[in-house]
């Protein structure tokens, strides 16, 4: 990998959205080895103004927590012209198939996974969703656009 691929995936920011500190802490220490930044918020207020004053390349925002639960942030966020930024829906208790559906339609989620979290499927969504490939050797480098 390149000097400048190495920066550019080490400067795309991961606001991680969740009020479990075991839960924030395993996937900090979990996405940090891939050279992501990360931000931490507890709910939804602390979710709006991270996203606002941080501007994140991508959120991972549990789906129920208190002050303002996931799905009324995610619909917060897009008025706040945040709706480009792509979020990563996850939670243990929405496991019917209209929650799912109905958070899905929001323009800005692209995934919805289930906890617990299998942490090698959400690496490579986000490799996905940031542009970020790996080649055969195993490190990653930034796909052209």
Excluded: W
């Excluded at 918020?41 to 208190?66: N, S, T």
């Excluded at 996931?70 to 979020?87: A, F, K, S, Y």
């Excluded at 198939?97 to 499927?121: C, D, G, Q, W």
Aim: charged share 30%.
């Amino acid at each position: 990998m390149s000097r400048k691929e190495s920066l550019h995936q080490q400067s795309k920011l991961i606001l991680i959205v969740d009020d479990d500190p075991d839960v924030q802490e395993f996937l900090h220490l979990a996405l940090i080895k891939d050279g992501y930044r990360i931000a931490h918020a507890l709910d939804g207020d602390d979710a709006m103004e991270k996203a606002a004053a941080l501007h994140p390349d991508l959120v991972l925002m549990d789906m129920v927590f208190p002050v303002r639960g996931g799905h009324e942030t995610l619909i917060r966020m897009q008025g706040r012209n945040h709706e480009r930024v792509p979020v990563i829906a996850m939670s243990a208790l929405c496991r019917d198939r209209e929650t799912r559906e109905a958070v899905l339609s929001e323009p800005n989620v692209s995934h919805f996974i289930e906890k617990p979290v299998n942490i090698r499927r959400l690496r490579s969504l986000i490799r996905s969703l940031l542009g970020i490939s790996t080649n055969n050797s195993g490190t990653m480098s930034t796909e052209s656009r």
